[in-house]
């Protein structure tokens, strides 16, 4: 399997799509450290060479678009959660990493015997709340406020999973050096920088509220379960994450809705603004699961929102969302008045590990 990004049209169906999408996504994983992970999307992708499933079957004729509905990434969460429920035992090497196995095999054999549990992850797009990314979301604050919008943020968030990045404000952040949260908080990150240190400001949140369409009970374990087959079993320190991130949600539950993107947006940007304040819609890895029209219907509403916008009531759009083409993401802004123009200002490891600081 080709470990170079084949070009493709996110929209694209057929076969050909569905192959595609697993070679790209084995080419994404192994870009981001995430060589396992890697290698379980490669043995499923072999089971589409002759397929003697079910599983296999819906996978091949998948009737979608196999990369925008992150195909690779379904499947492989139903392996993760086979493994770490502890009932497919003969994963176990793969998720350990070892050498001289045949993954194709095993996959396909605990396919075989779990196949009733598997395909239940192919109706629904994966979710990746990754607390990691909030270090992006609050750099580029930082750089708003450094622009003389109001440093006391009302924060939207659209695909907010199980809202662990809604509570960025119990979270401390040393981003080269600019100190920002409560400390020690309910977790700490300190993403390797690269460039200079973002604008140092005093930051603060008027609200954060966000939505999804299938959000997630981080105190239901049967749901915090599920988030976890998503994390990519190389990145132990995300385990330990989505454990701080449960305690936290059980002490306090983010403020979380049951909604889709564009609804959401509308009803929220209709909601009388307090002076003083930056209200923000912000995203991450999740802009590829919105549908088409709901995009439409986002990015309207908030360019209107924006033509109304002053200086005491100002708007803005943060957004890092996946690049396949350089492997890694981009953190775009946009605000107003005055900044309606995307505006990157780095580009970031998928789960914050690093960050490419561009806002100078």
């Known amino acids: 399997m080709s470990e170079r990004y084949k070009p493709i049209d996110m929209a694209e169906t057929g076969p050909g799509a569905v192959r595609t999408a697993f070679a790209n996504q084995v080419a994404y994983c192994r870009a981001n450290d995430a060589r396992v992970t890697a290698r379980i999307v490669g043995a499923l992708d072999t089971l589409l060479d002759n397929p003697a499933t079910e599983f296999a079957r819906r996978i091949a004729g998948w009737q979608g678009a196999p990369l925008a509905d992150a195909l690779p990434l379904r499947a ?123 604008p140092q400001h005093d930051i603060g949140f008027a609200g954060l509220k966000g939505c999804d369409v299938a959000p997630v009970d981080l105190t239901d374990p049967a749901q915090a379960l599920r988030l976890k087959a998503y994390i990519w079993p190389e990145h132990h320190i995300r385990f330990a994450r989505m454990e701080a991130a449960i305690a936290a949600a059980t002490a306090e539950p983010p403020q979380l809705i049951r909604a889709n993107a564009a609804d959401f947006i509308e009803t929220e940007l209709a909601r009388p603004q307090a002076d003083g304040t930056t209200r923000v819609l912000m995203h991450s890895i999740v802009w590829q699961y919105v549908p088409a029209d709901q995009q439409a219907r986002v990015t309207a509403a908030i360019e209107a929102a924006g033509a109304r916008a002053t200086a005491e009531k100002p708007l803005a759009w943060i957004a890092l969302e996946a690049n396949r083409t350089v492997h890694h993401h981009e953190l775009v802004v946009r605000y107003w008045p005055g900044g309606a123009a995307p505006r990157m200002l780095g580009r970031s490891h998928a789960h914050g590990a690093w960050v490419e600081w561009l806002g100078s």
């Open 76 to 198: 492989a969460g139903g392996l993760h959660a086979l493994h770490l429920s502890g009932i497919a035992d003969e994963l176990a090497p793969i998720y350990a990493d070892a050498e001289d196995i045949n993954d194709a095999a095993i996959v396909a054999g605990a396919v075989r015997r779990h196949e009733a549990a598997l395909l239940p992850w192919l109706d629904g797009p994966p979710q990746t709340n990754e607390a990691g990314r909030s270090s992006n979301f609050i750099a580029a604050m930082l750089w708003l406020a450094d622009r003389g919008l109001p440093p006391l943020f009302d924060c939207l968030e659209i695909g907010s999973s199980a809202g662990i990045n809604l509570m960025i404000d119990r979270y401390h952040y040393d981003l080269a050096g600019v100190h920002i949260g409560p400390r020690p908080g309910a977790m700490a990150f300190a993403p390797e920088w690269r460039g200079d240190h973002p």
